[in-house]
């Protein structure tokens, strides 16, 4: 177990809509990763949070967006689904943003996306 | 922009070594990662390289050339439950982890 939490673990919805991912750090981490992952493209960083700021942005869709809070869970949003966008969302953790290099991303489950 | 080379897929039996390579190409670099994942499941730390040499961790060991822009991760002592996919993935000059396309290793018996 990572201690990663990411909420919910499968989510099938319709084109057009849009849907709200949740993840919960590792406690003691700072900085959260947003990756999708599809089977023709492996795993594709999104956006990077780190300590309620947003830190680096991704091939992330102008129909996406993030937010990291107080508490400094993280809530990706999805709008005006397409079907291209299904795919496994992950979540990750790490203590740091940039200086420690060595700090290794810790990973959620993932949550699956299916567009129909 | 950053290039991650690493073979598909490879096969290997029960009992063996295998090593699976990575080459990079990068704009700067902070390090080199190497992640296991199971299907359908989060992928997992298994190793750190930034400096040229190699870590190793019991069965796992990992080697970083930056020169050559190229690692690989070893494996000794094959079990089934090494069957997974396994990722390379470096930190280049902005920090963030961009992750290879894996490769998706099968051990038999």
């Known amino acids: 177990d990572s201690g990663v939490t990411q909420t919910p673990k499968h989510l099938i919805t319709a084109t057009g809509q849009r849907v709200t991912l949740r993840c919960s750090p590792r406690s003691g981490d700072l900085s959260v990763y947003w990756y999708q992952q599809s089977l023709d493209q492996g795993l594709q960083f999104l956006i990077q949070y780190y300590n309620g700021e947003e830190r680096a942005k991704g091939n992330i869709l102008e129909r996406f967006s993030a937010q990291q809070f107080p508490d400094l869970h993280s809530e990706l949003n999805l709008s005006s689904l397409e079907l291209g966008d299904s795919a496994l969302y992950f979540c990750a953790s790490s203590v740091s943003g940039e200086g420690s290099s060595g700090s290794p991303l810790h990973f959620g489950n993932g949550t699956r996306l299916t567009v129909t | 922009g950053q290039n991650i080379d690493q073979p598909t897929e490879m096969t290997a039996t029960e009992g063996a070594i295998v090593q699976i390579n990575c080459t990079y190409q990068t704009s700067g670099f902070n390090g080199l990662f190497w992640y296991q994942q199971h299907a359908g499941e989060a992928p997992t730390f298994l190793s750190y390289n930034v400096l040229d040499g190699l870590e190793e961790k019991g069965r796992f060991s990992s080697f970083l050339s930056r020169s050559k822009g190229y690692s690989y991760l070893l494996l000794k002592e094959l079990q089934m439950k090494d069957s997974a996919s396994y990722l390379c993935?470096?930190?280049?000059?902005?920090?963030?982890?961009?992750f290879g396309r894996g490769t998706s290793l099968i051990v038999h018996p």
């Open positions: 993935a470096v930190k280049g000059g902005s920090y963030i982890p961009t």
